[in-house]
């Protein structure tokens, strides 16, 4: 993996952009010119010079080539499936002989582990299993998810095989949105909505069954939960506790539950031969448009999914494909190109489930939300890039990046074994064998030893546990992360030097946002505009998919986002976008006619309006200020006056608490004429340490706000002298 390729790829690089651009017309020209000199010619000379050397894992045994009669095979398969009652489908999965058998290990167990193979039919079909055997009469069974989108697409399947409508029987919860009613007895929902539960009802006596699925993810909130449900199993014999899992980690998983059982349920596996590419990729996401139609023209019909990193990427390649593809016109088979991301909007998501026409490839460009959580049937070819876009956290420094890594070995087994569900498959690995045995991981690291725990340790302390050090965790956190996020959550005044929640603390945790987001709303009861930064909290929570920018229309679409641009910030840029949306009764077309997505918007609407009930809840009345500026920012800083910058020469920024040399994102309203001092929402790196969404500051608010973190000497915007960044608490100084 050289630096390129990486920097490259990461979502929010202004050189990406500028690189795509080049790349689109570099395609379209040596289409068009090969077109006209060419016209008849075979298409395969297409990739006459670009064509990657894919060698098979096992050099010596040929790779084993899918053969047309197990085109057939599936075609066969697809036919039958179609013609197939929703209810002979059920019976057909893996799971399904394995039903007596589970519903008594259920029974005679209060703890069970259950492994299987990603398709066999675990997350759909087990809590329909204890409907049926009569679990729900005592209390609903509750099916956690780490994705959002998991949980809506596999609540709505299981509401279509129970023939309810979604919401009803079974329903789904997952962030700001609440798809559930009086009837529902089945709920799927984030792993982070279930650990909210426990502030509300600590036993979770609504529930009879709690499925904690997919749980070889290890994701923060799922790692919480595996502490919290083992504590309430203990006082609630009545609960039964299942624990469901790709085929990773069962033992590990089994030992921590007190050695509870596991039951396997054994999948259907074909054959997926792997094929390495030759030498190491520079540029994978050119590399994925190679290869998808290297297989398209070479290879028997079958769908593809391709893994990606992100949603910019997903994005990309299927704009490169369409270009490529429409090049070519007739002469190649109709490729349909459908995307999955977590903020794709649900009806373009369903489109990835819609069966493929005949004679037709479909190719599905996904994010991580294919590795397991989402089963797409008949993908016959997986392509790999063996990246993935992953948090990391320094707790000396307090920072956290999403950055785009390498993937582990497990991940990349995960994604391969997305092939072979209903005949042989192949994978191709856009990377070479070495890297995969030298340069990938075994394991993904948990979630919990990569991130900040200022929420999840919030959030631990409302339920009264106190004693973080000796939390049942499955793998614990760095002793020096937790230490962080006492002392940040210390200095916002959420916890008292005890290390005991204080009254706005317990406020905070009422909103499920970040502790800074939540000490901003509470703070700006204080600058007298809680309206505004209602507004700006939700807004942040759709923060990058606001502003559209086609690609054949990028000038008028920077031009149309300039318009909105606050010289004061970003946060009130994106203020202004909201109110004026706002005035026009929030319509569509307004929308419409500044690159503006309707759907972020509606999304921020009903963000906002949830957490106005919430403020409603902490007696926090709505005031406005909408004129006063500096009111709001000063609201803004009290949540964010760890995250401050004063900039030293040109364009380049050193952070004050953790002395990194940051810049302002190029997709700023600040970034051509960046102030001295500024507050950022977050840092993102990319080619350099961006600083994405910022506001303009007086040095002095910092004296104001946290006195406890600035001294004054620091604030001083004439020495020009660099000073040695005053930390708070135990840890020291950063580097
Ligand atoms: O949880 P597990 O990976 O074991 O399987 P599942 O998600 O229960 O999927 C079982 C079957 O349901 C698969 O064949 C999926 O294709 C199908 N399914 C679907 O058609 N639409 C969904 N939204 C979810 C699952
Ligand atoms: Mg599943």
Known sequence: YNEN?????????????????????????EFGSKKSSQQEEEYDYVFDEEQIQFIAEDSISTTKEISPETIEQIQNIKKLNSQMTMQEVRKSLPIFPYREELIQAVNDYQVLIIVGETGSGKTTQIPQYLHEAGYTKRGKVGCTQPRRVAAMSVAARVADEMSCKLGQEVGYSIRFEDCTSEKTVLQYMT??????????TPDLSNYSVLIIDEAHERTLHTDILFGLVKDIARFRPDLKLLISSATMDADKFSQYFDDAPIFTIPGRKYDVSTLYTQAPEANYVDAVCVTVLQIHVSEPLGDILVFLTGQEEVDTVAEMLQQRTRGL?????ELVITRIYSTLPTDLQAKIFEPTPENARKVVLATNIAETSLTIDNIIYVIDTGFCKQKIYNPKSGMESLVVQPCSQASANQRKGRAGRVAPGKCFRLYTAWSFENEMEPNTTPEIQRTNLGNVVLLLKSMGINDLVHFDFMDPPPAETLIKALEQLYALGALNDRGQLTKLGRKMAEFPVDPQLSKMIIASEKYQCTDEILTICAMLTVNNTIFYRPKDKAFQADAAKKTFFHPEGDHLTLLQVYNQWRETGYATQWCFENFIQHRSMKRAKDVREQLEGLLERVEIPIT????????????????YFYNTAKLEKSGL???????????????SALFDAPPKWVVYFELVLTTKEFMRSVIEIQPQWLFEIAPHMYKQSELETESDKKKLPKVMGKSSTSK
Not at 329 to 333: L, P
Not at 631 to 636: D, F, S, T
Request: overall charge positive; aromatic content about 6%.
């Open 5 to 29: 390729s990486r920097e490259s790829t990461s979502s929010f690089n202004p050189e990406q952009k500028e690189w795509e651009q080049n790349r689109m017309k570099q395609v379209q020209t």
């Open 624 to 639: 406005s200020s909408a004129d006063d500026t500096i009111a709001i920012r000063k609201a803004i800083t009290s949540g």
């Open 653 to 667: 920024y050193r952070t004050n608490k953790t002395n990194q040399s940051v810049q302002i994102h190029p997709s």
């Open 191 to 200: 792993d982070g909505m279930l650990v909210r539960e426990f502030l509300t």
């Open 329 to 333: 016109g007739t002469k190649i088979k």
